[in-house]
């Protein structure tokens, strides 16, 4: 089976900071992994993933995640955190078979002015 | 380009009534769309897969009588919630992925409420 941790509810940054959102994961096989944010009574919106290739993998909005395999995480990285990036961030992985997403418990980003 | 919307964004109905909702790829032709369920301050659960052409896929635990998934056309969904009830109330998200995509993106609708009363 497939699972995905998200250990901190709530993270909280000052404008102009790096912001770091921790995710690990536990697959078989090769994962596929993914980044969302979701803001306020919205959908998911899409920010990155990692399929195969460069460990580092960069995306929408300056985000950027990195893929260690040893350490089977995934976390989310920015490198000076903007207000408007407020919102919950969800990590999922790739189910093997249904081709579904399994999902994080999720993130609150709190970047404070 | 990837977009998917949903329909209604929100609905309040009675309980006993049923609720339909659609899922629309806008841009893109979606062989497999996928249903979520959220509830406040929780993660997104995997209600079923739905397959264009053919039966959907519940996970374990959702009634599939209560909960009719359609997936007539590659570009539209629908997730009817029968006979709803209060304990139905949450956010209904799908997801749709693009035919033929070797990445397996899922792109999200916005969501639609339900309360039911």
């Known amino acids: 089976a497939q699972s995905v941790a998200q250990p901190e509810d709530q993270v909280n940054v000052a404008e102009g900071n790096p912001l770091t959102v921790k995710c690990t994961y536990s697959?078989?096989?090769?994962?596929?992994l993914f980044w969302y944010v979701q803001y306020p009574n919205r959908g998911l919106q899409f920010l990155l993933k990692y399929i195969t290739g460069d460990n580092l993998v960069k995306g929408s909005y300056g985000f950027e995640a990195e893929f260690n395999k040893s350490q089977t995480s995934f976390h989310l990285k920015k490198p000076s955190a903007l207000v408007s990036d407020s919102a919950l961030y969800f990590c999922a992985v790739m189910r093997a078979g249904r081709r579904a997403l399994t999902f994080g418990s999720g993130t609150r980003l709190q970047v404070q002015p | 380009g990837a977009v998917v919307s949903q329909h209604p964004s929100w609905v309040i109905c009675k309980s006993g009534t049923s609720v339909k909702i659609e899922c629309r790829s806008l841009d893109f032709q979606a062989t497999t769309m996928f249903w979520y369920r959220q509830f406040p301050k929780q993660s997104l659960m995997l209600m079923a897969t739905s397959n264009e052409g053919s039966k959907a896929t519940y996970e374990q635990g959702v009634e599939k009588d209560k909960f009719l998934i359609n997936h007539a056309s590659l570009t539209l969904s629908t997730l009817t919630v029968t006979s709803a009830h209060p304990e139905d109330s949450s956010f209904y998200i799908c997801?749709?992925?693009?035919?033929?995509?070797?990445?397996?993106?899922?792109?999200f609708g916005p969501g639609t409420r339900l309360l039911v009363l």
């Open positions: 697959v078989s096989g090769n994962p596929y």
């Open positions: 997801s749709a992925r693009a035919w033929r995509d070797p990445q397996e993106t899922q792109y």
